[in-house]
């Protein structure tokens, strides 16, 4: 995908995420009741984050870490309270305004919020960046132009989800293309595990990083693997 294609892609991203999906993610990530299969959904990005925080080390304290795509801020919140100077990236400005709300008793740390693209190098450098969620929606070109982008700001660890490609969301996805675009979301980009690892293995950008562990969680209608990106 060339650069402006990738330009519009986030453009549309943000625009879903600011407007029409945003009382639906306040909801979602709140402790409102939920009904059963976005409960399902919650329960997984909830066993997600744990997961994710449990792959960093217990003690952020001299850590800078940039939460990518950090929409309503809960693992922002989480990695300050273990002590890291977290930068919250988020593009949709409705989104990050309820994040910082959200974020009022954080006990260490501290949080920046930075309005704009994740991949903006005004972030500054990072000892770890964590990506949940937030480049599923890019080609898996693009994915990995992002993680690029990352790598060259980040010290040790990059840990980001993407939709893994398995046979059942195959179908799925294929489905969903029937459908009239309006009122969808911009389209998730499967991509399998072993695609991934060649692009990310082959990409001169990424040579200084290995893939390390990796996980998958699924919960109902919500499927997402992690992964780990270690500098070597
Ligand atoms: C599925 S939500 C996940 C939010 C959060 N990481 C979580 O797990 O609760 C994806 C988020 O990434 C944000 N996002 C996607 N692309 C972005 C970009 N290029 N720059 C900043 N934010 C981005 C979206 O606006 C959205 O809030």
Do not use: C
Request: aromatic content about 6%; charged content about 25%; proline content about 4%.
């Amino acid at each position: 995908m060339s650069a402006s294609t990738l330009e519009q892609r986030r453009t549309e991203i943000e625009a879903y995420f600011d407007r029409t999906a945003m009382a639906a993610w306040a909801r979602l990530t709140s402790t409102e009741k939920l009904g059963h299969i976005r409960a399902t959904v919650r329960a997984g990005r909830d066993r997600m984050r744990e997961s994710l925080l449990a792959m960093l080390p217990d003690a952020l304290d001299t850590a800078r870490v940039l939460d990518a795509g950090s929409g309503t801020g809960a693992l922002a919140v989480a990695l300050a309270d273990r002590g890291a100077e977290v930068t919250a990236a988020e593009h949709s400005p409705a989104l990050s305004a309820l994040a910082r709300q959200r974020a009022g008793g954080i006990r260490r740390g501290n949080i920046r919020f930075f309005v704009g693209d994740m991949n903006d190098p005004a972030t500054g450098r990072f000892t770890h960046v964590v990506a949940m969620d937030s480049l599923i929606h890019y080609t898996p070109d693009d994915l990995v132009r992002m993680l690029a982008g990352f790598a060259v700001r980040t010290d040790t660890s990059i840990l980001f989800t993407f939709a893994p490609r398995t046979r059942l969301l195959a179908i799925m996805h294929r489905v969903g293309k029937l459908f009239p675009r309006s009122d969808r979301s911009p389209a998730i980009e499967p991509v399998a595990e072993a695609r991934l690892r060649h692009l990310l293995g082959t990409d001169p950008r990424l040579a200084g990083f290995r893939v390390a562990r990796t996980f998958r969680v699924e919960s109902g209608f919500y499927i997402s693997q992690a992964m780990e990106l270690l500098r070597q």
